[in-house]
């Protein structure tokens, strides 16, 4: 039953949008995270208005006849009926202050097609981003690839560098060693006259 003061109840709500408690809750959730706020009471249930059943015709449409998810349909609810906190709140602003400037284009239908536009526009954004984004990761997978392979073949080489090393000191001692035994050989043979 609507108060006497021309308010209505969750019942009266739920009647009239022909939802079930549930999804009247979950409405109300989408569009206050967006900003929208309504009346409560003393012990915090939610009261409301001829306004707020406006709103949440405008947004039941959104969301049941055109297949909107409840964060578009909230964006857009709460776009038209206040301020809401928007990432790019001066995008939002222009189109909300060329609806109020046009006369032509102030129907509901024209406004929806509008901040949808904007969404997908906003959604293509997105993809680009998370294009560039993979482009990226990709160029830094290939270039720590290469630096990858370029300390793989540094060490190779050093290690190469190091074993021709020990091969030289090896020969080189081999050498020594045997020039020292004819040295000696050449000083018994002289000494002993063979």
């Not at 039941?60 to 038209?80: D, F, G, H, I, P």
């Not at 906190?85 to 509901?108: G, L």
Request: glycine share 4%; charged share 30%; with cysteine.
């Amino acid at each position: 039953m609507s108060g006497t003061d021309g308010t209505l109840t969750v019942r009266d709500m739920t009647n009239r949008l022909n939802i079930g408690d549930s999804t009247l809750r979950k409405w109300c959730l989408s569009l206050e995270e967006h900003g929208y706020n309504f009346y409560r009471t003393d012990q915090n249930k939610r009261i409301f208005t001829q306004q707020d059943l406006i709103v949440l015709q405008q947004f039941q449409k959104l969301v049941q006849e055109k297949n909107m998810s409840m964060n578009n349909a909230s964006l857009v609810v709460t776009t038209k009926h206040q301020k809401a906190p928007f990432s790019d709140e001066t995008e939002i602003e222009q189109v909300i202050e060329q609806e109020n400037n046009v006369p032509s284009m102030r129907s509901d239908n024209q406004f929806i097609e509008r901040l949808m536009t904007y969404i997908e526009h906003q959604e293509e954004r997105q993809k680009q981003q998370e294009q560039f984004n993979k482009a990226l990761l990709e160029r830094l997978d290939q270039q720590q690839k290469y630096i990858e392979e370029r300390l793989n073949k540094r060490d190779e080489t050093l290690i190469q560098s190091l074993r021709e090393v020990q091969e030289t000191k090896k020969l080189i001692a081999a050498a020594e060693e045997k020039r020292e035994e004819e040295s000696k050989k050449g000083f018994f043979q002289r000494l002993f006259g063979k």
